[in-house]
């Protein structure tokens, strides 16, 4: 900025400002080392809940509240290779809190952190075991017949299997959040497609660890996940912006990955990557083939977002077309797989929207 | 990386925003290199090389551990699996409880 104080001044105030700047750089760079080891000190899921039921490592919790409006339940469904506490990631930040204000009895499936014990669960496990009896559970400890089933990720998929097995059960309203179901030209598919992926050898521990998926999911966006994240950080920290708890609560939850029970990881990888299954019409669980136009009765809502490279909006699309359903809603959104939900503008932009949706849809 | 909304040009800030577009630049090149061919070889095949070495060094230990007399990772794992199977048992016996259960009040009630 010259104007009126002439070249000089500018100059001078230039050097004054890039020491000033200079000179705070240490202690920014030792706030950003408090905030990054302390992460695993921020509270995640702290809404108060209720255990309703357990199996084996599965629990089906209840949220607290007193005002329930709607008469039909929400169950949140989370995929197997995070911890479900993203739905209710901080205090004035929660999906779960904002649900329970907007007058939803909710509920959320935990599939909890299974051991080498658990190799032996497949997907037929988790859809028709323990995702169907979560759903039984609901409607019973709700007083209801009916369920709205909200799954996200991995979890949306495992939703929309659910519901295409059991078209007259319990599920009323089906709502899958970024889902990845067609799996063709995907970054993944091109990495587990490959004559040295030894699906075999992946799963002969028992469970791929977590920490070995996280490293993958990274390295779809290698620089923006190990290198933007922590950069924009220490210029959030210098330039006073940074919003410690915020950037606390989603670092420890996507530092947290369970292990992937064998079994599934193998199903996952050759059925739904390899195959791509569900769109070939191939898929089967206990025999039973997973027919997605078998989704007659129920209401579906389909959200995608703009920049979401886990699952891609193309990845999801197809779905659409594959219902049965008369009552089909597209949600495209701007965001990326997980800020859509979690991020700062989700209790502006997508949250009312899906509560809206919802609430015409969950009346007695 | 200026304070709050200094227009200065600063040499700071002049070589910050050399280095946003080096990193933009950098994430899009490496973005590229992950979707190709060669990266998924070389991916798949360290990944898998990886989880066989880790089963190699458990075996070790295990049987390690084994001759020692003491209970090792595999006959934990083997414990905690039986007890699994357990509690599958006992909520296949509790659903169908449920159902008689159900079946029984619908009995019961009363006609329309």
Redesign the interface.
């Known amino acids: 900025m010259t104007g009126p104080l002439g070249p000089a001044t500018a100059a001078v105030a230039a050097a004054v400002d890039t020491v000033r700047q200079t000179a705070r750089l240490p202690m920014t760079l030792l706030r950003t080392t408090n905030i990054m080891l302390t992460t695993d000190d921020a509270v995640i899921g702290a809404t108060p809940r209720q255990v309703v039921w357990t199996h084996r490592k599965t629990t089906l919790y209840r949220y607290h509240s007193d005002r329930r409006e709607h008469a039909v339940p929400i169950l949140l469904v989370f995929a197997l290779i995070n911890r479900p506490d993203i739905f209710d990631l901080r205090p004035g930040h929660s999906f779960v809190e904002f649900l329970l204000d907007e007058g939803f009895d909710v509920f959320l499936l935990d599939w909890g952190v299974p051991g080498e014990e658990d190799d032996d669960l497949g997907l037929a496990d988790y859809v028709c075991d323990e995702l169907h009896r979560a759903i039984r559970e609901t409607a019973r400890a709700s007083g209801q017949h009916e369920v709205s089933l909200i799954g996200w990720c991995m979890g949306a998929t495992l939703a929309a299997m659910h519901t295409a097995l059991y078209p007259q059960g319990p599920v009323r309203n089906l709502v899958v959040l970024t889902m990845p179901i067609d799996t063709r030209g995907s970054t993944y598919r091109q990495w587990v497609d490959r004559p040295g992926f030894d699906v075999d050898v992946m799963v002969s521990n028992g469970a791929v660890p977590g920490a070995l998926i996280d490293v993958a999911n990274k390295l779809l966006k290698p620089v923006t996940n190990h290198v933007t994240t922590r950069r924009k950080l220490v210029e959030s920290v210098h330039t006073g912006t940074v919003d410690r708890l915020a950037y606390q609560a989603m670092a420890k939850w996507v530092g947290t990955n369970p292990p992937f029970p064998g079994t599934a990881y193998r199903e996952w990888i050759v059925a739904l990557y390899r195959q791509n299954a569900l769109v070939e019409g191939t898929m089967l669980l206990r025999g039973q083939r997973v027919d997605f136009s078998r989704i007659r009765r129920q209401a579906v809502l389909v959200v995608t977002a703009d920049a979401d490279h886990i699952a891609p909006r193309a990845g999801t699309v197809p779905f659409l077309t594959m219902l049965g359903s008369q009552d089909v809603t597209h949600f495209d959104r701007t965001g990326g797989h997980i800020g859509l939900m979690a991020g700062s503008r989700a209790r502006s932009q997508i949250w009312p929207d899906l509560a809206e949706w919802l609430a015409g849809r969950s009346h007695a | 990386?200026?304070?709050?909304t200094?227009?200065?040009?600063?040499?700071?800030a002049t070589a910050y925003r050399a280095y946003e577009q080096f990193?933009a630049q950098?994430?899009a090149a490496?973005?590229h290199v992950?979707?190709t061919?060669g990266f998924?070889?070389l991916?798949?095949?360290t990944?898998?090389n990886?989880?066989?070495l880790?089963?190699i060094v458990?075996g070790s230990v295990d049987r390690m551990v084994r001759s020692t007399r003491l209970a090792a990772?595999q006959d934990v794992?083997?414990l905690?699996?039986q007890?699994?199977r357990t509690?599958?048992k006992l909520?296949r016996l509790l659903?169908a409880v449920e159902s008689v259960q159900e079946q029984l009040t619908h009995e019961k009630a009363p006609a329309p």
């Not at chain 2, 990386?1 to 709050?4: F, H, R, S, T, V």
């Not at chain 2, 200094?6 to 700071?12: E, G, I, K, R, Y």
């Open positions: 990386m200026a304070e709050g200094t227009p200065l040009a600063t040499p700071l990193e950098l994430a490496l973005d992950v979707a061919n998924a070889d991916l798949a095949t990944a898998t990886v989880m066989a880790t089963r458990n990772r794992t083997d905690a699996r007890l699994a509690e599958d909520e659903q």
